[in-house]
C-alpha cells in the first residue's frame, strides 16, 4: 500500500498527523489510548502511540511505531517497533496495542514497592 494510500486510513481510524524534525520519516502520526498507564509527566492523558511513515525510493513503504514517557522518579523508557514493511492500519494497530501492554507492564513493575 502507497503512504498516499494509508493516510486517509490512518486519519479515519483516528490517527492525527504532526510536524516532528527529529526522525526524519515522511509524515509522523499519532492517536490517544485510552485505559493504559498514563505518562507521569502527563499525567490526565490518555497514553499516546506515535507512527512514523517512511517511504524510500525503490522499495515499499515501512514504519516505526514508538511508545515512550516516564514511568515515574524521572524514569524514562523508549519502546519501538521499527522496519515494519507495507503498513496497514490493523498491522499498526495491532503492534501499537503490543507496545502498550509492555508499557504498561513495564510501568507496574516500576512502581511495585521494593
Known sequence: MKLE?????????GWREFKDSFKKADKCF????????QCRCNEGKDKQVEVYLYELEQCM???MIEVHGDMGGNDWIN????GIAD?????IESIAESLLQTWDFAV?????PK
Do not use: G, M, W
Not at 494510500?5 to 481510524?13: R, T, V, Y
Not at 503498513?87 to 498491522?91: E, H, I, L, R
Not at 507496574?108 to 511495585?112: A, E, P
Open 87 to 91: 503498513p496497514d492500519v490493523q498491522t
Open 30 to 37: 499519532s492517536k490517544r489510548f485510552p485505559s493504559h498507564e
Open 79 to 82: 519502546l519501538n517497533r521499527h
Open 5 to 13: 494510500d494509508l493516510i486517509p486510513l490512518l486519519e479515519q481510524a
Open 61 to 63: 513503504p515501512s514504519c
Open 108 to 112: 507496574k513493575q516500576h512502581n511495585q
